[in-house]
């Protein structure tokens, strides 16, 4: 599975965003998705995850409330929809596939795309 990410851009702290990750491969609907995250000067860290039929869908403690996973697996696309940002959210956002959940949430995915870069100011 080959994967781009694209949707980042700057915005003012309160806006919202909305990433999207496209998948190549008719296997997309197999795997489960998620989005990371790393700061500047920080570890990465997981964002959220979606399963193969869109749930069960599980988010960072961070995010949760003002993020949403999506899958569209007919058109082999994940989303991030990002609300309530807060400059905190900066940093560049990575789509990531894999077939096991637990494999994902712990940022071990098998398949990566580039990252995306959101910038939030204060």
């Known amino acids: 599975v080959q994967l781009q990410a694209s949707g980042g851009g700057l915005v003012q702290a309160g806006g919202s965003l909305r990433l999207s990750c496209a998948g190549s491969?008719?296997?997309?609907?197999?795997?489960?998705m998620g989005w990371l995250r790393q700061a500047p000067g920080k570890e990465r860290e997981f964002v959220a995850a979606?399963?193969?039929?869109?749930?069960?869908?599980c988010y960072a403690n961070s995010v949760k409330g003002r993020f949403t996973i999506s899958r569209d697996n007919a058109k082999n696309t994940v989303y991030l929809q990002m609300n309530s940002l807060k400059p905190e959210d900066t940093a560049v956002y990575y789509c990531?596939?894999?077939?096991?959940?637990?494999?994902?949430?712990?940022?071990?995915?098998?398949?990566w795309g580039k990252g995306t870069v959101v910038t939030v100011s204060s």
């Open positions: 990531a596939a894999d077939p096991t959940y637990n494999t994902v949430v712990r940022g071990k995915s098998q398949y």
């Open positions: 491969g008719r296997t997309f609907s197999s795997y489960v």
């Open positions: 979606i399963g193969w039929t869109a749930l069960p869908t």
